[in-house]
C-alpha cells in the first residue's frame, strides 16, 4: 500500500553528508596524525560530543530532577534503539554498561557463584579464544580459574585462508575439552577477534557449542556493532555485548549487554550494588552510584548522525570494509607482504603484513614500532607480532591493523606506507628501536621542533 | 591576630611589580560575583539546598574536565600510553597527602563510594567462597547505613553464607557519647553466641539522617571487640570534615570527591592501610592490569572517560582561591549551615537532629509534626512537592520512632520528619528563607502530606 503523497508535493530527501562536513565533525582529532586505529579507542563526531555535554550540564544544573525524572527514561530509550538494531525480542534483555570489560565482568561472576554454590564442580571448565582480549583472559583468570574452573583456550591459525580453519580448530579443543566426561560450562567467544583482528563465523560455533552440550555462551563482540551486521536471535548466543563507543560514535564511553530471555537471568548482577540490586540487570546497570551517565544518552543522537549517511549504518560499514581491504591491498602490494585473512574475514578492519626485514621479533618489538611510527611518522597504528611456525621460510611476524572509518582518507594509507617503505630503506630493525618511553617523548619533542628528516636519521642512527 | 588578608591589586601581579623571585604575588581571595559566575550554571530559581546527594562541581572544573575530554577525543593512544596513568598518581598523591595516609600505594581511585564498597565486600564474598570465613561469621553495619551499602551487604556477604549484625544508633541525638554506648552495646549483643565479627562497616557521616559519627572511637571499640576489619564509609567526608585516616585507625576508608570537594561527577578514593595482613583487593571489573595491586588497576578498568579523576590539581587550585582553603570553606559552611538550622527550628518551632558538633555541611532539622511526615513514602512525596511547587531541593527523612521513644515533638505531637539541609559556597540565605516559608505555607494551608499526590 503506497503511503500518501503531502499535499504540498514530495518532501525532498535529504542530501547526504559532505566530505567537508565529516571533516568538520572530526576537526577536533590531531591534524598531524595519520589515524588508522579507529579500533582501540573509536571515535566521536563533534555533533554528539555537544549532544553529550548538554546531558552533563543537564544533570551539574539540576542534579535530583535529573535523577528523578529523566535519566531512567532517557536510558530506557537507549536500550529501546539497541533492542530493534540487535533484533532481540524484549527491551529486558539490553542493559547499558560502561564497556565490554564490564560485560565480562558481570557475566564471569555469575559463573563464580555457580561454582560457590556447587551447582559447578571444581574442574568444571570454560571455553575460550587464545586471541581472546588481555582484559578477558583476566577476568576468566579472576573469576573461573580462581574459582576453581578449568579454562581451555582454543588455538587458531593465523594467518588464515578461511572459516573452515577456525570451526575445525574449534570443535577440536570442543571435543577434547570435554574428553573425561568434564563439563563445559562456558564458552567465550569473540565475534571480532581484537588482535589479530579477524571476523569469526560464530553462528557457527554457537551451534557447535549447543551441539555439543555447552552451558552458556557469551559473545565478545566489542568491535561489531557499526562494523559488522548484528541479529542476536540469528547468532543464538546467550550472552552478547558489543561497545557503542567504537564503531557507533558514541563518546567513551558506553556498551550494551544483550542476556537472552531465561530463568537465570534474574541471577545475572552488575558488581557495583546500589539499592536497584534484585531489580533486574538493566535497572542494576542503570544506576550503579552517582556518576556522569552521559555517553548513555546520546544513542539517539548516534542513529540521528548515522542516517545522515548514505544508506545509513549498513553504508558506513559497506564503504568502511571495501576501504580498509583495497587500502590494505594497495600496502600489501607496495610492501610485497599479504594480508592476514581474506577480505571476506576482514571487517572495517585488516591485517596487513609488515615487511620481514624490520625484524619484529617480540611483543615489545611490536609496541617499539608501534610507538616509533606515533613519534616519527604521525601514523597511529597498532602492530601485531605473530610468533613464526616451525619450518616456514623469511615468515611475516609482524601485521598492521589498519582501520577505516569515516574520516579517513587515502592520505593516511599513504603515509603509512611511506613511513614502513623509509624504515625498510634505512635499514631499521626492531631491536635498534628505542624502548623507554621518556625517549620516545623526547623523540616527540625534537620532531615538532626539527626537520622530520633529522628525526628519523637519529633513529636509525642508534645503536642501542 | 594577622591583619585581614591582602587586597593587593591583581593587575599589579600582572604587571610584574610584585615579582620577587622568591615570593609568588598573593592575589585576592575569590570575590561573590566570582562565585556566583562558577555556580551559573546551577539551574536559577531552583533553591539548592541538597549538596549532600549529588555535590557540585564550579565552571573552572568543569572547563578543566573538558580539556581532558578533548585532549583524549583528540589522540586516544598517545592519552593512553603517555598521559592518563602519570595524571592519576598525580591525583593519587595529592590524596594522599590531603588525608594523612602514608604510601601512595594505599590510596586508588575509583568512581564513588558504591564502587569501594563493592571492592571491599566482594572480597569479603570470597572469603566466604574459599573457606577463609566460615559460614556464620559476621559482618556489622549501621541500621543507617546507605541503601547501596546494604544491598552490596545482601550481595556479597548474605549470599555468601555470613550474617550480618545491625547496630541502630539513636536519633535524634544529643553527644557522641550515646552514640558510642548504643554501638558497644550493639555490637555486644551482635557477637553472643562466640559470633566472629570479620568486618564492621561504619560511616563517618551517615547520610539519612545525617550525623558526624566519631569514627576514631567506633574504630577503637571495634578493635577491642576482636572485629577483624573496619571499613568507613565517609562518602560526605572529604571537604566538609578533616579527614586523617591515620588518625582514624581504620582498614579501608572511602569519600567521594564530587560531593563536598567541587569534582565533577564522579569520583572517589578508596584508602587501604598497607598492613603485612593486607588482604588482597581487587576492582570487580577487571582489565589487562589485573594482579598490579588495587590502585593500579582501578586507574585502568576498559576504556572509559576518567577526566574527573585527573582534575584533582585545578580543584585544589579552586579550594586555595578561598579564604582559609578547603579549612575555611568546611568552617563557614558549617557555621552558615548550622545558623539556618537553627533559624528554621525557632521559625517551625522544632527541634535539630543534632548538637552542632555533630553536624558537617548539613544539618538535619525536624520538620513540624502537622506536616505528617510517618513513611518513608510521605517523605518523598513531600521531596517531590517542594520540588515541583515551591522551587526547592531537600531530601525529606522519614525517622520511625524506636521502641515507642518520643524523642522530639513539638507543640502538636512528635517529630517524626526531618529535612536535611546543606550549605556548599554558593547557597545564600534567600535559599533557606524559601524554604522556611514554603513549610509555613503549607501549614496554614491545611496540607499534610497524605493529601499530596503522588507523582
Request: proline share 6%; aromatic share 8%; net charge negative.
Amino acid at each position: 500500500m503506497a503511503s500518501p503523497q503531502p499535499l504540498n508535493g514530495a518532501t525532498p530527501k535529504p542530501k547526504p553528508i559532505t566530505p567537508s562536513e565529516i571533516s568538520a565533525e572530526f576537526s577536533h582529532h590531531d591534524p598531524t596524525i595519520a589515524r588508522i586505529n579507529n579500533g582501540s579507542f573509536g571515535c566521536c563526531p563533534s555533533t554528539i560530543i555537544a549532544a553529550q555535554q548538554n546531558h552533563q550540564l543537564y544533570f551539574l544544573e539540576q542534579p535530583d530532577n535529573f535523577y528523578f525524572n529523566i535519566l531512567k527514561p532517557s536510558i530506557l530509550k537507549t536500550r529501546q534503539i539497541i533492542k530493534t538494531l540487535i533484533n532481540a525480542d524484549h527491551v529486558e534483555e539490553i542493559s547499558i554498561v560502561d564497556n565490554a570489560t564490564t560485560a565480562a565482568a558481570i557475566v564471569l561472576q555469575h559463573t563464580t557463584w555457580s561454582f560457590f554454590s556447587t551447582l559447578f564442580q571444581p574442574g568444571d571448565a570454560a571455553i575460550m579464544l587464545h586471541y581472546a582480549y588481555g582484559a578477558v583472559k583476566k577476568s576468566v583468570q579472576a573469576y573461573i580459574t580462581r574459582a576453581g574452573g578449568h579454562v581451555i583456550e582454543v588455538h587458531l591459525p593465523f594467518p588464515l585462508k578461511s572459516n573452515s580453519e577456525i570451526i575445525v580448530e574449534f570443535r577440536k579443543a570442543l571435543q577434547m575439552g570435554k574428553a573425561n566426561g568434564r563439563k563445559i560450562r562456558l564458552a567465550v567467544i569473540d565475534h571480532i577477534t581484537s588482535m589479530p583482528s579477524v571476523i569469526i563465523p560464530v553462528k557457527e560455533l554457537v551451534q557447535m557449542c549447543r551441539d555439543e552440550g555447552v552451558g552458556r555462551i557469551f559473545i565478545d563482540a566489542a568491535h561489531a556493532i557499526g562494523n559488522v551486521n548484528i541479529d542476536v536471535k540469528d547468532i543464538g548466543a546467550d550472552f552478547y555485548t558489543s561497545n557503542l563507543h567504537k564503531w557507533f560514535f558514541c563518546p567513551p564511553s558506553a556498551a550494551f549487554l544483550y542476556c537472552k530471555m531465561s530463568d537465570e537471568l534474574s541471577d545475572l548482577h552488575h558488581p557495583v550494588v546500589s539499592h536497584e540490586y534484585g531489580n533486574g540487570l538493566a535497572m542494576e546497570s542503570a544506576w550503579i552510584g552517582t556518576r556522569d551517565y552521559s555517553p548513555q544518552l546520546v544513542v539517539p543522537e548516534a542513529m540521528e548522525f548515522v542516517s545522515r549517511f548514505e544508506g545509513g549504518i549498513e553504508g558506513i560499514m559497506r564503504r568502511n570494509h571495501k576501504k580498509v581491504v583495497e587500502m590494505a591491498d594497495m600496502l600489501a602490494e607496495a610492501w610485497g607482504t599479504e594480508l592476514g585473512t581474506p577480505p571476506d574475514m576482514c571487517s572495517s578492519m585488516a591485517m596487513v603484513g609488515m615487511p620481514a626485514c624490520l625484524g619484529i621479533k617480540s611483543d615489545a618489538d611490536a609496541l617499539k614500532l608501534r610507538t616509533h611510527l606515533r613519534v616519527c611518522f604521525g601514523v597511529e597504528v597498532p602492530i601485531y607480532y605473530r610468533a613464526p611456525v616451525e619450518g616456514e621460510i623469511d615468515p611475516i611476524t609482524g601485521y598492521a591493523r589498519i582501520s577505516h572509518q569515516v574520516y579517513n582518507t587515502v592520505e593516511d594509507y599513504y603515509r603509512f606506507r611511506e613511513a614502513v617503505n623509509k624504515l625498510v630503506k634505512d635499514g631499521v630493525n626492531c631491536t635498534l628501536l628505542p624502548l623507554c618511553e621518556g625517549y620516545a617523548q623526547l623523540l616527540q619533542m625534537l620532531l615538532k621542533s626539527s626537520l622530520p628528516v633529522l628525526c628519523i636519521s637519529y633513529c636509525s642512527a642508534v645503536d642501542v | 591576630m594577622d591583619p585581614p588578608a591582602e587586597t593587593e591589586d591583581p593587575r599589579a601581579a600582572a604587571n610584574g611589580e610584585n615579582n620577587h623571585v622568591s615570593k609568588k604575588p598573593k592575589l585576592s581571595f575569590i570575590t561573590e560575583p566570582e562565585i556566583r559566575q562558577e555556580f551559573a550554571h546551577h539551574k536559577p530559581g531552583i533553591a539548592r539546598i541538597n549538596n549532600g546527594s549529588f555535590g557540585s562541581c564550579p565552571a573552572s572544573i568543569i572547563a578543566a574536565q573538558k580539556r581532558w575530554q578533548l585532549r583524549f577525543l583528540q589522540q586516544p593512544d598517545d592519552f593512553f600510553f603517555n598521559h592518563l596513568q602519570r595524571k592519576i598518581l598525580h591525583s593519587r598523591t595529592i590524596v594522599k597527602d590531603l588525608i594523612n595516609a602514608d604510601h601512595v600505594d594505599e590510596v586508588s581511585i575509583v568512581d564513588n563510594a558504591t564502587t569501594a564498597a563493592a571492592i571491599v565486600l566482594q572480597h569479603v564474598g570470597w572469603a566466604f567462597a574459599d573457606g577463609r570465613f566460615q559460614k556464620g561469621d559476621a559482618v556489622v553495619m549501621l541500621h543507617c547505613a546507605f541503601q547501596a551499602v546494604k544491598k552490596s551487604i545482601e550481595a556479597y556477604v548474605t549470599r555468601a553464607g555470613g550474617s550480618v549484625i545491625v547496630v541502630h544508633l539513636p536519633f535524634p541525638v544529643n553527644s557522641n557519647e550515646e552514640i558510642i554506648a548504643e554501638f558497644r552495646k550493639g555490637l555486644a549483643r551482635g557477637k553472643a553466641n562466640g559470633k566472629k565479627v570479620r568486618l564492621a562497616i561504619i560511616d563517618h557521616i551517615t547520610s539519612m539522617p545525617c550525623v558526624v559519627i566519631p569514627a576514631r572511637e567506633l574504630v577503637k571499640i571495634c578493635r577491642e571487640e576482636g572485629v577483624e576489619r573496619v571499613f568507613v564509609d565517609a562518602a560526605h567526608a572529604i571537604g566538609s570534615i578533616p579527614v586523617d585516616v591515620k588518625e582514624i585507625g581504620a582498614d579501608f576508608y572511602v569519600s567521594n570527591l564530587h560531593k563536598w570537594f567541587f569534582c565533577p561527577p564522579s569520583v572517589a578514593f578508596l584508602y587501604c592501610r598497607k598492613s603485612p595482613l593486607s588482604p588482597d583487593l581487587h576492582h570487580p571489573v577487571v582489565s589487562h592490569e589485573y594482579g598490579n595491586g588495587l590502585a593500579i588497576e582501578s586507574a585502568w578498568i576498559g576504556t572509559r572517560d576518567y577526566s574527573s579523576q585527573l582534575v584533582v590539581p585545578d580543584v585544589l587550585e579552586f579550594i586555595n582561591r578561598f579564604e582559609g582553603g578547603l579549612e575555611g570553606i568546611r568552617k563557614r559552611n558549617h557555621d552558615a549551615v548550622v545558623e539556618m538550622g537553627e533559624m528554621l527550628a525557632k521559625a517551625w518551632g522544632t527541634n535539630l537532629g543534632s548538637p552542632p558538633e555533630m553536624c558537617p555541611s548539613m544539618v538535619m532539622i525536624g520538620l513540624p509534626s502537622r506536616m505528617g511526615v510517618l513513611s518513608d513514602d510521605d517523605a518523598l512525596k513531600l521531596r517531590t512537592h517542594l520540588r515541583d511547587h515551591f522551587g526547592l531541593e531537600v531530601p525529606i527523612h522519614f525517622q520511625m520512632p524506636r521502641d515507642g521513644e518520643i524523642r522530639a515533638a513539638d507543640g502538636d505531637g512528635c517529630i517524626t520528619g526531618y529535612a536535611r539541609i546543606s550549605h556548599q559556597v554558593y547557597n545564600t540565605l534567600d535559599d533557606y528563607v524559601r524554604l522556611r516559608d514554603a513549610i509555613n505555607q503549607l501549614l496554614s494551608d491545611g496540607v499534610a502530606c497524605k493529601m499530596l499526590q503522588r507523582e
